[in-house]
């Protein structure tokens, strides 16, 4: 018998931010691309848009978070990655 490791799930989405975009509208973006519509719940109601904005001018780090039903990442490229919850 072969055992073989389990397999990584890969992201469902995963958008650059352009330079003169911001982190919110990248994050909002990256949602409605996976969802296939734009989220029904606004951002703010699951991170604080300007504490994030903030953060990202102030270095690089690598936030995560839960949005819609979305494990949201944002890396230190300010690229962001969304995927499904559970998957």
């Known amino acids: 018998m072969h055992n ?4 990584k799930a890969e992201p469902s989405i995963r958008i ?3 330079t003169t ?3 919110t509208a ?7 691309e996976a969802k296939d519509r734009k989220p029904a719940s606004p951002l ?5 848009p300007d504490a994030l904005e903030d953060l990202y001018r102030r270095g690089s780090p690598e936030i995560r978070f839960e949005y819609v039903g979305y494990s949201v990442t944002i ?6 990655t969304v995927s ?3 998957a």
């Open 4 to 7: 073989s490791p389990p397999s």
């Open 16 to 18: 650059e931010s352009e």
């Open 21 to 23: 975009e911001s982190l």
């Open 26 to 32: 990248t994050v909002v973006k990256a949602v409605t």
């Open 44 to 48: 703010y109601e699951a991170i604080n």
């Open 75 to 80: 890396h230190s490229d300010r690229s962001v």
């Open 84 to 86: 499904e919850l559970g």
